[in-house]
């Protein structure tokens, strides 16, 4: 029933023209696709409101997207008022009947008349009251003293939304009454115009639907500095936008035939979550611009680069168990590393440096060590200090233990001693305040000392980005299984299981599926319920029995990325259920250079982590060989005797040579002519993380 591809929340308002510069309490609107908000839209008027939504509405139409329009207003009113006013129990009879009384202006309407008119029609003393204008209006009271309402005061979502309020109230603050008045005319017009569907009154099959909504049922205060309400239409399309369509058509699942329900009453949990996971990918974001034949491979990873982003879900973690995580934000420094002066050595302190020549100094009573608060130092004397103590006020200088002689009292020393000598400035290292990590930051033991260094104990981190992995083709079977003649054991998929491992990621397997197209798509769906990506080898290519291209071809969101490289077939990278697909070439060497030299880099910009180049060195070559302009090209290789040495065959299918080797030498786009000692590129496989 739902598969909306486009978002549009609207904070509604009953009020007058709010004048040019953005504010409060005016119109705003937000669009939202995949769990990315656009920058909400500040519509100072209804009219002006009504013609961008209309506007919106035909593009969005032309275009072929399926929309949901949110409001946050009632559409419907408490059971018994649309028959008292129109005579029919029809919420959209009173749509109509509104319709054609609101009148409306920029700047004046008529709303406090006509529910004085209602109130009048219905028998006096309410439903509506409260008046804003200055002149007294028969019919309308100003406050609820004497109100008689005949109708419910709430409507049943009312009563379970603590907070809301009832829609007979016609001003004061956070009231939504004129909102309704001066709504339903527009949402009347417009779904008239479009053939909108209306929750919960009817199904949404039309590629235009409205849903109330009201921000404040999921929504707090919104943050430091922001138009609560820009910011609540932005959160809120983001949010309806990130829920996946199972999720959506549960929420959308109500029964309210006549006054209406709040969307996500009652799933307020799941909304808030639905809103703490990172944005999707979109469907086109392996598309690549039209006429391109061979990507270089620069060039592929500056796309890849561009277009992927984090997918894997945000959580707080103490530091200690962070380790292995990437930073989901920057950390600021809670304290200076280090947090006073302190002396780097154990010795003697005082004031100021000292010429060349022998100085004496009387030693002060005690010491100074780590962990002491900082005492004062009398002027013109020394005091004992030991590594790691705060300077007592009165010390500047530190004099080694084994440069000084103690007698008497005293000290002794040669200078020249250089005032400030063997401390540590407060702040040296890092000042409270300053970001400490960046995110994207791995959290290695490093990170940890540094992070506990400036007070920082907890910390936002990815999930560990969870990639399953597919093994796809007819010839396959299990090691150790009897294998038939025209069988060949699966070797990709233990290889890529462990190296996804060894990157840091989560690795799902996912078996093998043989050449059926119906069987991939179901492991394909099975794996996109519980992956992040999913890793195919196999099958990727434009072949009769391609079945992983042609499946993502099918489902409209596949793009095959020819890329200049050997080894290496193309990659079939595309969406599936919104999830990426990466589509490895079935052959194990071809499928292991691609997942080192484009998977690695994707997945690394998925799981959140910063981008990734492997860095080699150049070292001579122990070998020869001559190699053509336009690809870049990947031996395998090791360094024996300081020279790079490169396996005996270059044949793709010698799955040996993977583990004879214990790097790649990469050869560069152009043309290269190489001799023993010629200077080559050498990356371990440890720079690719294994
Ligand atoms: P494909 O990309 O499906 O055309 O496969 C290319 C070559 O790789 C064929 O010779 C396949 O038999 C082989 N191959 C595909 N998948 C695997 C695998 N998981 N293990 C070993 N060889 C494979
Ligand atoms: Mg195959």
């Known amino acids: 029933m739902s598969g909306f591809d486009t978002f549009v929340m609207v904070d509604w308002s009953g009020g007058n023209d709010t004048g040019k510069t953005p504010r409060q309490d005016a119109i705003w609107a937000c669009i939202a696709r995949l769990g990315r908000a656009e920058k909400p839209r500040y519509l100072r008027n209804r009219g002006l409101a009504e013609a961008w939504l209309g506007e919106f509405f035909e593009a969005e139409r032309a275009a072929g997207r399926r929309v949901l329009a949110g409001f946050d207003f009632p559409f419907g009113y408490p059971a018994g008022f649309a028959a008292a006013v129109t005579g029919q129990d029809d919420p959209f009879a009173l749509w109509d009947w509104l319709e054609t009384r609101i009148e409306d202006a920029s700047t004046a309407n008529n709303r406090f008349d006509l529910a004085a008119e209602i109130n009048l029609q219905v028998g006096g003393q309410g439903p509506f009251w409260f008046n804003g204008l200055k002149r007294d209006i028969h019919g309308l009271p100003r406050t609820k003293s004497g109100y008689r309402n005949p109708f419910p005061d709430r409507r049943l979502a009312e009563e379970r939304a603590p907070g809301a309020f009832s829609c007979w109230q016609l001003g004061g603050t956070g009231a939504v009454g004129s909102q309704v008045l001066m709504g339903l005319p527009v949402l009347a017009r417009l779904r008239r115009r479009f053939g909108a569907a209306v929750w919960p009154f009817e199904p949404l099959r039309t590629p235009l639907a409205f849903v109330e909504i009201w921000p404040s049922l999921t929504l707090g205060a919104a943050p430091k500095g922001q138009i609560k309400d820009a910011w609540q239409v932005s959160e809120i399309a983001r949010m309806m936008s990130s829920l996946d369509e199972d999720a959506l058509d549960r929420m959308l699942n109500v029964t309210a035939p006549e006054e209406g329900w709040i969307f996500g009453l009652g799933h307020e949990d799941e909304l808030r979550e639905a809103a703490a996971q990172p944005p999707r990918l979109t469907n086109d974001c392996f598309a690549l611009p039209p006429g391109v034949h061979w990507t270089p491979v620069q060039e592929t990873l500056e796309l890849l680069k561009e277009r992927l982003s984090p997918v894997a879900a945000v959580e707080h973690l103490p530091v200690t168990d962070a380790t292995g995580r990437i930073l989901a934000s920057d950390v600021t420094a809670l304290r200076s590393n280090p947090p006073l002066p302190n002396t780097a050595v154990d010795g003697y302190g005082f004031a100021g440096g000292r010429p060349a020549g022998v100085h004496r100094l009387p030693l002060a009573e005690g010491r100074a060590a780590a962990g002491d608060s900082p005492g004062v130092l009398p002027a013109g004397s020394a005091v004992r200090i030991l590594t790691g103590a705060a300077l007592p006020e009165g010390v500047d200088t530190v004099v080694l233990q084994e440069d000084v002689t103690v007698a008497d009292g005293k000290i002794a020393f040669h200078g020249p001693v250089k005032a400030g000598a063997n401390t540590r400035r407060a702040g040296e290292d890092v000042v409270a305040g300053e970001t400490a990590l960046t995110e994207g930051t791995d959290i290695g033991p490093a990170q ?103 499946l993502l071809a099918e489902a409209g969101a596949m793009t095959l990325w020819r890329i200049a490289v050997k080894p290496g077939r193309p990659l079939a990278l595309g969406m599936w259920s919104g999830v990426p697909v990466f589509g490895l070439p079935g052959n194990p060497v071809a499928a292991m250079t691609c997942a080192l030299i484009f998977g690695r880099p994707a997945m690394a910009r998925l799981s959140g982590r910063a981008w990734q180049v492997p860095q080699g060195f150049d070292v001579p070559a122990a070998f020869t060989k001559k190699k053509k302009n336009g690809r870049t090209e990947y031996l395998r290789a090791r360094i024996r005797d300081g020279q790079a040495e490169v396996f005996a065959s270059e044949g793709s299918g010698r799955i040996s040579g993977l583990s004879w080797a214990e790097g790649l030498v990469e050869m560069p ?12 590129r050498y990356i371990p496989f440890g720079s690719f993380g294994l």
């Open 448 to 550: 940890a000392a540094l992070l506990s260094a400036v007070g920082v104990a907890e910390v936002a981190v990815y999930k560990p980005l969870r990639v399953a992995i597919l093994s796809t083709g007819a010839e396959l079977v299990e090691a150790g299984d009897r294998a038939a003649p025209g069988q060949i054991y699966d070797a990709n998929r233990p290889m890529l299981v462990e190296m996804v491992r060894r990157f840091g990621y989560q690795a799902i397997d996912m078996g093998r599926v043989p050449d059926d197209r119906a069987a991939l798509a179901a492991r394909m769906d099975a794996a996109s319920k519980t992956a992040d990506l999913i890793l195919t080898s196999g099958g990727a290519s434009s072949g009769d029995e391609d079945h992983v291209s042609a």
């Open 669 to 680: 786009h152009e043309a290269l002519e190489i001799t023993p000692g010629t200077p080559v």
